[in-house]
Structure formats: C-alpha cells, structure tokens
C-alpha cells in the first residue's frame, strides 16, 4: 500500500524545526508586548472576496496563487471560500467587522501563523509557510510608519540574523499614482509586442504590477522605467520625506529602492521589504510591508489609514541556517523516575506526577524493562537528573543521579521536591547539579 506524504510545497516541522519557528514566535510575541501591539487570531480561511477586494484582482496572489477551498455543496458554494494568502486582508474585515473603529486609535494588532498560496514550490517558496504580522490602524504617520519599520530589524536582530538591507519606496496614493501608472503606460506601449502574454494584459488593467513582474524577459525594461519618485505629489514627497527623517532619528540605515512597489493592490505611500545583504532573488525576501490607507474602506470601514508588514519566518530560518547560527536545543525534561523494580510504574509515576504538580519538569518511566535500561534511555535524552525508586524506599528515601556529574546521594521523598527546585535552579544559573557524595 501507498504510502501518504505531505501535500506538495507544505512540510511537516518536526520538533528540531518546530523549536527554532516557537524560539522566533518568543521573540515576536516579546517584541509585540513591549511595542504595544496585541494578539489577534483570524480564521484560516475567508469569503474568497476578502482577498479578491483586498489584496486586488489583478495580482499574483489572487490571479495564480489563491489557494481556492471548494468544500461547499452547491456550485454557488464551491467557490466562496479561500485560504489566506496573506493576513492583512482577514483583519481588516475583522476590524470592521467587530467595530473596532470606535476603539481608541491607533489600533495595534499581532498574528502570527500559516498563510497560503498555490506557487509552483521552490526553495524558499512552500505553499503553506509562516508569517509574523504586525498591523496598525488609525494613524496616518509618517512616524509610526518608520516605528513599524524599526520594530521588523529588532525582530531580525534579535533573531540573530547578522545583516538584513531594508529597501525603501513609497508609491504614492490616488492623487499622484494615476499620473505615474499613465506614464509606465506610456513607457511600455512600444514595447507590447516583446511582452510575455501575461505582461501585456496587465499592460491594460494594471501597468503597477509590470514592476513586480518575475518573468526575466522584463528585468532590463523594469530597470529603465520611469521612477515613482519622480512623480510623487507634495504630500506624498513630505510623508515620504518624514518617514525617512524618522527612521534617520532611529539610525536604521536604508536602500531607497524606486522600482519596490509590492505585489499587492492595497498599498498606498510607503512600501519596505527586507532583504538578506546580498541576495536579489524575490524567494530571498524576508519580509515586506507598507501603508495601506484606501484598504478599510474597500472592505466597506470608514476610510482610515493603516500600515503594517508580514515577515516570513521559514525564510528568516533558512537565511539563519545560512549564516551558521546555532538551532537552540530542544527542550527536554529535567528529571527521570525509574526504578529497581520493572513492574512498580505505580510508584514512578506516583512520584513523577507529584514533582510535576509542584511545577517541576519530570516524566516517569513507564517501561517495564530493567533499571540499566532505564537510566540509559534518560542519560540518552539529555535528563540531568535520576530519580531512582530501590529499596531505600523502605526507609522513605530514593536516590537522586546527577546523570551529568555521575554522583548520586539519598534524599527523602519528602524533601525530594525541594531538592529537585533547588537543583534546577541552580543548573539553570549555571551552578551545576546537587553534588554528591
Ligand atoms: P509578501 O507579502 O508576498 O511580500 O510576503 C511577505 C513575506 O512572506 C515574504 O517576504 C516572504 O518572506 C514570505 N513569503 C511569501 N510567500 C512565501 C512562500 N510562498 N513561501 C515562503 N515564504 C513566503
């Protein structure tokens, strides 16, 4: 019989990678309390609408790569839904949706979890992966925008990634853009006929997304087209202008970056993407992000601005593989109960369960195999300490093993709880285990 394996482009985090991904939520979920950013979940899946709306028609996401769930019975059904391909989208319909419009503002939200696109899977692009998410609704910056911005490099420091470029634009808003996307019309006319197909009918109904293009035919055309910059209105220029004196004021460095217009319709004035120095490829980027001001409205809020970035944590493990940081260890427990006697998993799991009821890390071996056997299979697993249930038992007492100082000594049951505290505390200040006699 077959055996099955996980879909194409999705891969199961066994606990070695599972552990880094919980060490990078850790650090996201402490970089978000001390920001002010709180916790918000959003189904995995939404009314296909969302996206079509939010993220726009015409873009990658929804054109090739939104993940289509047909699990309703009618044919009206079969359509309606879709797994998120991005987060931005579901929680703006729950920001409207719960009224959080009333709250006071900005509103500050987090999400981290699976998001999905239906690519062709390569390296570095799976169909489900991970996002870190931080969204802001209700101010228009240009200060929180630079915050934001900030608050993605400590991610990435504190990660332990040791160099990250951010690549800066800003696209304007539905004053100035119109005025550079008839100038990109222009500028891409003459060419049509040299245009893969799908370029060419983007040409019509959004020239914006021929700079996004990843066909390389369009890499040489990309880089002579006319620059956003040049076309920005004063309150774009000065927002853009502020953002930058802002982020100056922090010290975080920048690429100015004309062509980064991100692959997402939502976007307004500022958009940021993270790189690792030296790597171009788009399935390098690390994250991306931007303001998104029209994006309430069209998912039918009151019109209200908002910024935000989604990082992508399966990159930032694979570029922290790349630089040759350490994967931590994964975790393990403390403490070990065997015994003497195969057959008594009573008193081992009696005892295993009153050292973990006072908090302690502690399983039993429940196994009924001989006591050699036991203490093996717990120095194996990194255990630092045996408990060993044998005959002092009689006299109220077990064995404590330092499993990695290979001394033991008596302790009474009674006091063992206190003993076991004291030593982990002791291993955890990095004072070593109980000492024996
Ligand atoms: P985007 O909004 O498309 O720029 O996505 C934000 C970040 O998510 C990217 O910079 C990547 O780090 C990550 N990402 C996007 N798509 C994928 C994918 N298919 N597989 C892995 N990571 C991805």
């Known amino acids: 019989m077959s055996r099955p394996q996980a879909p194409r482009g999705t891969r199961d985090l066994l606990p070695a990678e599972r552990t880094v991904f919980l060490r990078l939520e850790g650090i996201a979920r402490s970089l978000t309390d001390r920001y002010g950013y709180q916790p918000i979940e959003t189904p995995l899946f939404e009314q296909a609408e969302v996206f079509e709306r939010g993220v726009g028609a015409v873009t990658d996401v929804v054109e090739k790569e939104l993940f289509r769930v047909s699990a309703g019975r009618g044919e009206a059904e079969r359509e309606r839904w879709a797994l998120r391909p991005e987060p931005t989208a579901g929680m703006v319909r729950a920001y409207v949706q719960h009224g959080m419009q009333t709250l006071p503002q900005p509103v500050k939200l987090t999400l981290i979890g699976p998001m999905f696109r239906y690519d062709r899977p390569q390296a570095g692009r799976y169909r489900q992966f991970w996002q870190f998410d931080v969204e802001a609704f209700g101010d228009a910056g240009p200060a929180i925008d630079a915050e934001i911005i900030e608050l993605a490099m400590r991610f990435y420091a504190e990660a332990g990634l040791p160099a990250v470029e951010l690549r800066l634009n800003?696209?304007?808003?539905?004053?100035?853009?119109p005025g550079y996307i008839e100038a990109l019309r222009s500028y891409f006319a003459p060419h049509t006929e040299a245009l893969?197909?799908?370029?060419?009918?983007?040409?019509?109904?959004?020239?914006?997304?021929?700079?996004?293009?990843k066909e390389p035919a369009m890499a040489a055309l990309i880089a002579a087209a006319p620059s956003i910059t040049d076309h920005l209105c004063d309150a774009c220029a000065e927002h853009f202008a502020g953002v930058r004196a802002h982020l100056d004021a922090m010290s975080v460095t920048y690429r100015l970056e004309p062509r980064l217009v991100r692959g997402l319709d939502y976007y307004t004035r500022t958009t940021f993407e993270f790189f690792p120095v030296g790597h171009d490829g788009q399935q390098d980027a690390l994250g991306g992000g931007g303001r998104y001001d029209g994006l309430i409205e069209l998912l039918g809020g009151r019109p209200t601005p908002g910024i935000g970035f989604g990082l992508g944590l399966d990159r930032v493990i694979l570029a922290l593989a790349a630089a040759g940081v350490a994967a931590p260890d994964v975790a393990h427990v403390s403490s070990v109960v065997v015994g003497a006697d195969p057959a008594d998993t009573l008193t081992r799991l009696r005892i295993a369960t009153e050292l973990r009821a006072a908090g302690l890390s502690a399983r039993a071996d429940l196994g009924r195999r001989k006591l050699g056997k036991q203490l093996e299979s717990a120095a194996r697993e990194g255990a630092h300490f045996a408990v060993i249930c044998g005959d002092e038992l009689e006299a109220g007492q077990v064995l404590?093993?330092?499993?990695?100082?290979?001394?033991?000594?008596?302790?009474?049951?009674?006091?063992?709880?206190?003993?076991?505290?004291?030593?982990?505390?002791?291993?955890?200040?990095?004072?070593?285990?109980?000492g024996g006699r």
Not at 170 to 177: E, L, N, Q, V
């Open 170 to 177: 800003s696209i304007g808003d539905p004053a100035c853009r």
């Open 400 to 434: 404590l093993r330092d499993l990695q100082a290979g001394t033991q000594r008596p302790v009474t049951v009674t006091e063992l709880t206190r003993e076991l505290a004291r030593s982990e505390a002791q291993h955890r200040h990095g004072a070593g285990g109980p």
């Open 196 to 213: 893969p197909e799908l370029e060419r009918a983007r040409l019509v109904t959004s020239p914006l997304r021929l700079l996004d293009s």
